[in-house]
């Protein structure tokens, strides 16, 4: 069998011809095959690189060719006119010889090199591939789109009506773009994912990981307790990318077919800049921040959701782990965040471009009980995202604290001015801070929420010892061994994306059976911390006793002096007597208030402060409350039941004191977030939220609150509490879970 030796060589556009691959082939190559048959060869077995089997044939000077060309006609081509042979007549020389011996020798050899080269099995031919056309520029300007991101005024609606979140809007900020500051100062060639090879989305996904899941992390501490760390990729990858056929938009010309399939992940090449600014209030929600996730699942996990979900709702977490992922989110710090994004391209990842790897499917069979699902997620993640944008960021996040309205709005534009000063003076040496003082005539206030412009830059992707230097770093994004993730979207449970492949859709049902299967209904105990007050902390809601101070007497006497005072005639006096003599009645039974001994108030921790509901819980996680979920709440030291009591309202004046009792007078109580009372989902360890009184249609009524006589006393009432004109105004408690 004869074989034939292929040189490839690809012509570049300054006009010179580059040796790149030497391929044999097995098999006589005739003149009559085309060089689509030629390109079959090349490729078969992959012994060319995905990004060449998509070039045209061109000849030595770079004239294309298409496929349906000829072999013979082609090394006619390249080889150029055939040499004549002329017949030596005596005395007379060979064109360019010196002498007639010397004309005889040459024509001598070179005949005999055509009988060698004719005799011999091994044929060789040169191949020649034309390469793309690309712009080079020794000295490149940033983009005008990344111009314009910089240049341009900001207007952003961030998260509305978030406690723990954006409750602002951010306003139009002037540029501090200066065009000398942002002259890039690397050069090279534009890369697209049109221009790569397989070999290099392989050096891609080696850099980057983005077939492996998110997991969370925790450390384990000395007394068995876990404390959550991070966000972070799971340590095995759960995909593979699935072999596909080169896009026909990705061929140098229309007569080119690659027949030979390559592991290239389904993109779409994406080069706009984009800035966010957001802002973050707990440790679970400022690690997806860096760790790239999109700013609507980092706003979501705020609320005790998590990619589009409860937490309650989740698999995978041990109980232990729940319990440190829900206390994570208590922070009186919130962090301001920033990012400048520098994408080049977006991977969709779903089944029509992945497979499942052999160790996950592996696995994957021998989930069958709680645990072995709780370690499938912790070797191959918790979640998986579908979109992947790839390229370069800058991130900075600075923390602020601010009582102020408003401050919100005010730390984003401090942080998008300290940004837009990195980029356009490449110093850090100025500072800012923004401040407002608001004098009333019986209060004067002075509030303040300051931030440096002096901004720390954590670089994802590029050249990252560049970070703190902007315009330098912004061109070293552009080589594809320095992308990595710089944002994540379509974020689901792992179980849920694996069931979109059709051999494994039974997966989704398979892992809530196993969950279903471990619910149990367990208590939940907590603690109401309420907020502070004027020289006193470490308060909390309790079930209280105290034959010294009869505190719901005094509540009542205030209460019947001022429905007597406001009464109308002797008449509506007569009525309003009658309505307190019943009321100070009832609250003297046993069944209300014991004597007036007993009172619900605010003070110091007791026994009487621990209180506890029944919740169900799946996986053996943390018992854990929910938003706008009704509780009957109980004390087990007590062995009573929190309940309020409203006979005293009085003609449109809603009053209402908290007393305590057995489980068949309870009331329903449900914990709502001041500000978006309608959100539900898991309470987060150390949350502040209303504790909620419901009537017996199990519709909010109003909210606890300190009595202003004392400043301890819990009603739920507009008289003689805090923001009395207006019940809405007021949330006093912060959950911490025993």
């Known amino acids: 069998m004869s074989t034939t030796l292929f040189n490839v060589k690809i012509f570049e556009p300054e006009g010179t011809a580059k040796p790149t691959n030497c391929i044999s082939v097995e098999e006589e190559i005739t003149d009559d095959v085309p060089l689509s048959t030629i390109r079959d060869h090349l490729v078969k077995d992959k012994k060319l690189d995905s990004d060449k089997a998509r070039l045209a044939f061109c000849t030595k000077d770079g004239s294309r060719m298409v496929d349906g060309t000829k072999f013979g006609v082609y090394q006619r081509l390249i080889k150029g006119p055939a040499k004549k042979k002329t017949t030596k007549k005596e005395g007379d020389k060979v064109e360019g010889a010196t002498d007639g011996a010397g004309s005889t020798d040459v024509a001598k050899a070179e005949d005999k090199d055509d009988e060698d080269e004719g005799s011999s099995k091994l044929k060789v031919y040169d191949i020649y591939l034309e390469a793309p056309k690309t712009k080079k520029k020794k000295m490149t300007e940033l983009s005008e789109s990344t111009k314009e991101l910089l240049n341009s005024k900001l207007d952003m609606n961030l998260v509305k009506n978030q406690p723990a979140l954006i409750a602002a809007t951010l306003k139009e900020l002037s540029s501090t773009y200066k065009h000398e500051s942002f002259k890039a100062l ?94 973050t209030a707990s440790a679970l929600s400022n690690s997806m921040a860096s760790s790239s996730f999109s700013q609507r699942d980092i706003e979501a996990s705020a609320g005790g959701g998590l990619f589009g979900a409860s937490l309650s709702v989740k698999g995978g977490f041990s109980d232990s782990e729940s319990k440190a992922l829900a206390r994570s989110s208590s922070s009186s710090t919130r962090s301001m965040n920033i990012t400048y994004n520098f994408p080049r391209a977006i991977l969709h990842l779903d089944p029509r471009g992945l497979e499942l790897t052999d160790e996950c499917a592996r696995d994957l069979n021998k989930v069958d009980d709680a645990d072995s699902l709780v370690q499938f997620h912790h070797d191959y993640g918790h979640f998986f995202a579908g979109n992947v944008q790839l390229g370069g960021r800058l991130f900075a996040s600075e923390h602020f604290s601010s009582e102020e309205e408003g401050s919100s709005t005010k730390t984003a534009n401090a942080m998008k001015w300290s940004a837009a000063a990195s980029f356009s003076y490449g110093s850090f040496s100025a500072s800012g801070s923004y401040s407002k003082e608001n004098n009333s005539v019986d209060t004067t206030e002075n509030k303040s929420s300051s931030m440096s412009s002096q901004l720390s830059w954590e670089a994802q992707g590029g050249d990252t010892i560049l970070c703190n230097n902007p315009p330098a770093w912004c061109p070293s994004v552009k080589p594809f061994q320095n992308w990595r993730v710089i944002n994540q979207k379509d974020v689901m449970p792992i179980g849920n994306f694996i069931g979109q492949f059709r051999q494994w859709k039974h997966i989704p049902d398979k892992f809530a059976g196993i969950m279903k299967g471990s619910i149990k209904k367990v208590p939940c105990k907590f603690r109401l911390k309420a907020n502070n007050v004027p020289g006193v902390n470490d308060e909390y809601y309790g079930l209280r ?175 003689g509490v805090e923001d009395g004109l207006d019940k809405t105004t007021r949330h006093d408690a912060h959950v911490i879970y025993e």
């Not at 899941?213 to 007394?223: H, L």
């Open 186 to 279: 690397a050069s090279g060639e534009v890369v697209t994912g049109a221009t790569m090879s397989e070999k290099d989305w392989t050096i891609v996904l080696r850099n980057t990981n983005f077939l492996n899941g998110q997991r969370i992390v925790f450390s384990k501490n000395t007394n068995g307790s876990r404390t959550f760390q991070r966000i972070d990729r799971a340590p095995f990858s759960a995909f593979k990318i699935k072999a596909r056929h080169i896009d026909s938009l990705d061929v140098a010309d229309s007569s080119i077919v690659v027949k030979q399939e390559y592991k290239i992940p389904i993109y779409v090449t994406n080069d706009e800049s984009y800035v966010n600014v957001f802002e």
């Open 545 to 719: 006793k105290n034959k010294d101070r009869e505190r719901l007497f005094y509540v009542w006497d205030k209460y019947s002096d001022e429905l007597k005072d406001n009464a109308d005639g002797w008449k509506e006096k007569e009525l309003v007597s009658e309505h307190v003599a019943a009321l100070k009645s009832r609250m003297k039974e046993d069944s209300f208030t014991v004597g007036w001994e007993e009172y619900v108030g605010i003070d110091v921790f007791n026994n009487g402060c621990s209180f506890e509901v029944e919740v169900e819980t799946i996986l053996g996680r943390a018992p854990r409350l929910e938003l706008n979920v009704p509780y009957r709440i109980y004390n087990r030291a007590f062995n009573m039941y929190l309940a309020a009591d409203d006979h005293g309202s009085w003609r449109g004046r809603y009053f209402a004191y908290c007393f305590y009792c057995k489980e068949n007078r309870a009331s329903n109580w449900v914990f709502r977030i001041h500000g978006d009372r309608a959100r539900t989902g898991v309470i987060e360890d150390g949350q502040e939220v209303e504790l909620t009184l419901l009537d017996d249609n199990d519709q909010p009524v109003g909210f606890v609150q300190r009595f202003t006589g004392d400043m301890s006393t819990l009603l739920v009432s507009h008289y």
